[in-house]
């Protein structure tokens, strides 16, 4: 690269930043799209990147002229910093997949690279063209989680409370039980889905993006943003509600039947109208012409070829291509026997003779955020009952709620009284450990007997459950990644007392349990 050829010196940087653009986005889709595919109401993320690209495609048609900053070759070293804030951030993230700060720093790691891109080649002109697209990535991010469950939690009981309200005043009893609605015939869960969550991350996608493709201004598109939430609220409340109705006339086994159907016409619908008002506003509003200008390389008074920014550009992007590799390497060196797996299967043929397995609610799935799971019931003739979950967490969707979830919280919460606590039972097969905690609960006079364990497919034991910030900054330090968790929950009734229970819950795990190199 002669000093002094602008052309080549040009060409040379642009493929480098062009090489790290790459490189973050891919990155950022590959992190990201396992929350895409996990979490139902951000499934949408799956267009937002091809969104993006057809807003950024529309930028460019009548991007203004660039403008580079005089010697803006300083622009290189803190690309090349956010860069290197990769190599730690991957080792956090390897630790922890779930940790929504350490998400959002990598989404705002990737604007930020991209916007300073923009600035180096187009000046603040540019800047200010073409802001918008990488912005609209963050909205496919799951947001904090002292943020989400909030708001979800009021959003339910608000359903939950407008829905009680207009039934009463039909003439039809209900009773609002938190987030449940009593009925004469049943209880209806406003749960996630129901809430209007998921519309409403779609729908405040959708104002966002028609306030861009419109050119609206700042203040038209704030009014179209909260027009948005409003009508995900409305639609979702006429949705709980028509399902309420479906319950009451027709009986809970039918409302699963049109749950799904409706929950996409209310979206639907909604968009729908969110488009149309859209159109009006754009209607109404006074078109504002914009030339085309074709960009321009930087001038020779502007620009001085230098080694510099090619070489910031190309450490740049061969960090992002380190990041992986390096915090494999990092937890192979720092926890070598993490890597020697162990797999749990239960036999259900040795359970009982007749086995029935159901389909897990979604309210259960959207707390726990496991991989795999599966809910298994019997009984014999005596009147023994057995109610058996199976959970697996793998490597990518390891959840905080694996090991704090426990029958101490949640049996309570459901109305079920704690009576007695034993030891935990100490199970041991090929030469790995589970423990599982043993209660007697009460309901209405009648005994509950529950056991429940979490482990790790990690044959060096159960690596501690992260709580706090400071827990998953030192599990990273330590090379600590959880490659498989796994919990099993026995509920038994039917029988005399906690010590039979405790014999017949060891004798399932002697029968059906197996624990086995992967």
Request: with cysteine; proline share 5%.
């Amino acid at each position: 690269m002669p000093i002094g050829d602008h052309t080549n010196d040009l060409r040379w940087i642009r493929a480098a930043n062009l090489g790290l653009l790459i490189l973050v986005w891919l990155d950022f889709f590959l992190v990201f799209s396992r929350e895409w595919d996990f979490n139902e109401q951000y499934r949408y993320g799956y267009l937002v990147p091809f969104i993006a690209l057809y807003l950024a495609y529309l930028r460019w048609l009548d991007r203004p002229e660039a403008k580079p900053l005089p010697r803006n070759g300083w622009l290189a070293i803190p690309i090349t910093l956010a860069a290197l804030a990769y190599l730690p951030l991957k080792v956090i993230l390897e630790a922890n997949p779930d940790w929504r700060m350490a998400l959002w720093t990598a989404g705002f790691l990737a604007v930020g690279i991209t916007l300073l891109i923009v600035l180096r080649w187009g000046g603040w002109s540019w800047l200010r063209h073409f802001i918008f697209p990488p912005f609209l990535m963050l909205l496919t991010i799951p947001w904090p989680t002292r943020l989400e469950n909030p708001f979800i939690q009021g959003l339910m009981q608000l359903v939950a409370q407008v829905t009680v309200e207009i039934l009463n005043l039909l003439g039809i009893h209900a009773v609002q039980l938190g987030n449940l609605i009593q009925l004469t015939n049943g209880l209806v869960g406003v749960e996630e889905a129901c809430s209007g969550v998921r519309s409403f991350q779609s729908i405040l996608m959708a104002s966002v993006f028609l306030g861009e493709l419109f050119r609206f201004r700042l203040f038209l598109r704030i009014a179209l943003i909260l027009f948005g939430n409003l009508l995900a609220i409305v639609f979702n409340l006429a949705r709980t509600f028509v399902l309420t109705i479906v319950i009451v006339q027709h009986g809970p086994k039918v409302m699963e039947h049109w749950h799904d159907s409706v929950g996409h016409l209310v979206t639907i619908a909604a968009f729908l109208v969110l488009l149309g008002s859209a159109l009006m506003i754009r209607k109404g509003k006074r078109g504002e012409g914009a030339s085309v200008a074709q960009a321009q390389a930087p001038k020779g008074s502007r620009y001085r070829p230098h080694w510099m920014p090619f070489a910031f550009s190309l450490a740049a992007a061969v960090i992002m291509m380190l990041s992986i590799p390096v915090s494999s390497l990092w937890f192979t060196l720092k926890s070598p026997g993490l890597d020697n797996r162990r797999v749990t299967e239960i036999d259900w043929s040795r359970a009982a003779p007749v086995v029935k397995f159901e389909e897990i609610s979604g309210a259960i799935r959207a707390l726990l955020r496991y991989s795999e799971g599966v809910k298994a019931l019997w009984s014999d003739r005596t009147g023994e009952s057995w109610l058996v979950y199976f959970f697996y967490w793998d490597e990518g969707n390891i959840s905080s709620f694996a090991g704090i979830h426990n029958p101490e919280i949640c049996m309570p919460a459901s109305g079920f009284e704690l009576v007695d606590q034993a030891d935990p039972i100490v199970w041991h097969d090929s030469g790995s450990e589970i423990n599982l905690k043993s209660y007697q609960f009460r309901s209405r006079s009648i005994p509950i007997y529950v056991f429940f364990g979490v482990w790790d497919d990690n044959a060096e034991g159960f690596i501690p459950v992260a709580r706090t910030g400071a827990d998953r900054l030192r599990n990273a330090l330590d090379g600590l990644r959880v490659t498989g968790r796994r919990s099993l929950q026995i509920i038994i009734t039917g029988v005399e007392s906690l010590e039979e229970a405790r014999t017949k819950a060891k004798r399932f795990m002697d029968s059906a349990v197996h624990i086995k190199p992967a």
